[in-house]
């Protein structure tokens, strides 16, 4: 997952984007027969400092591959820190990735 | 005496270990899994708060009026309202719900998303429900169409 964090006055905007096929399951139906086979990010999770600032449970209606954005109050928060985000899919897979907060 | 009184030790020790640790957050998929399965916009809101009444006031929802690609139409959520939750809604998929939001200490309810919407031409709405920590549903709406094909005209 790709992270990027800035900090602007007491707000942090983070632009994230995490690497998936984000198969529904008339996309998998097509495909393979199965609409078992449909595999998607199912929650999206950021923290800061151990202190989670983003949470999210998603369905198969993300765009492929897609792009998150969000803010949160700098509180506790500088420059240097790293905003640490994950995604769990379906099938259990799971991704972090890591921005530092510029 | 003293192995009953290292049994009983022990028999703590392993319920303390298995207290969940600070459940701030909440994986509203496994909390919730009728939402994901819901057909409607009223069914997945009603599988989710357990009502539809909510106040249409204090939510921007901003899309495009005219998305050119159903694969990846932005979406963005924004409220001053101070929430639990936040979901969003649309009713022109086979399931309803799109995604749920935690809303932590310091979160600011400014989400951006890209989402797929299936186009076959007619308007699709799509609805965002901020949940207040008054315990009421404020709720935002955008209609659109998603141009066919991928390509606009």
């Known amino acids: 997952m790709k992270v990027k964090a800035k900090l602007k006055g007491d707000i942090v905007k983070v632009k994230a984007l995490a690497k998936h096929a984000m198969t529904t399951y008339d996309q998998a139906k097509k495909k393979t027969g199965n609409s078992d086979d449909a595999n998607f990010i199912t929650r999206v999770t950021a923290t800061v400092n151990g202190k989670v600032v983003y949470e999210v449970s998603t369905s198969q209606f993300l765009s492929k591959n897609p792009i998150m954005k969000f803010q949160f109050k700098a509180v506790g928060v500088s420059k240097g820190d790293k905003v640490v985000m994950t995604w769990v899919d379906r099938k259990g897979n799971t991704k972090s990735g890591k921005g530092k907060i510029k | ?153």
Not at chain 2, 93 to 108: D, G, Y
């Open chain 2, 1 to 153: 005496m003293q192995r009953r009184k290292f049994l009983s030790l022990s028999g703590l020790a392993a319920v303390a270990a298995m207290a969940p640790a600070s459940v701030n957050a909440e994986d509203f998929r496994k909390s919730k899994p009728t939402v994901w399965t819901a057909h409607t916009v009223d069914d997945a809101i009603t599988a989710m708060y357990g009502t539809t009444a909510a106040t249409e006031s204090g939510v921007t929802l901003t899309m495009p009026d005219v998305a050119s690609n159903g694969g990846a139409v932005p979406v963005n959520v924004k409220s001053d309202i101070d929430a639990k939750s936040v979901a969003i809604f649309q009713n022109a998929n086979p399931e309803a719900a799109i995604a749920a939001f935690t809303v932590h200490e310091n979160s600011i309810i400014n989400y951006d998303l890209k989402i797929k919407l299936k186009s076959d031409g007619t308007p699709i709405t799509v609805t965002a429900i901020v949940e207040g920590k008054d315990g009421k549903l404020y709720v935002g709406k955008k209609t659109l169409t998603v141009a066919l094909g991928g390509c606009e005209g």
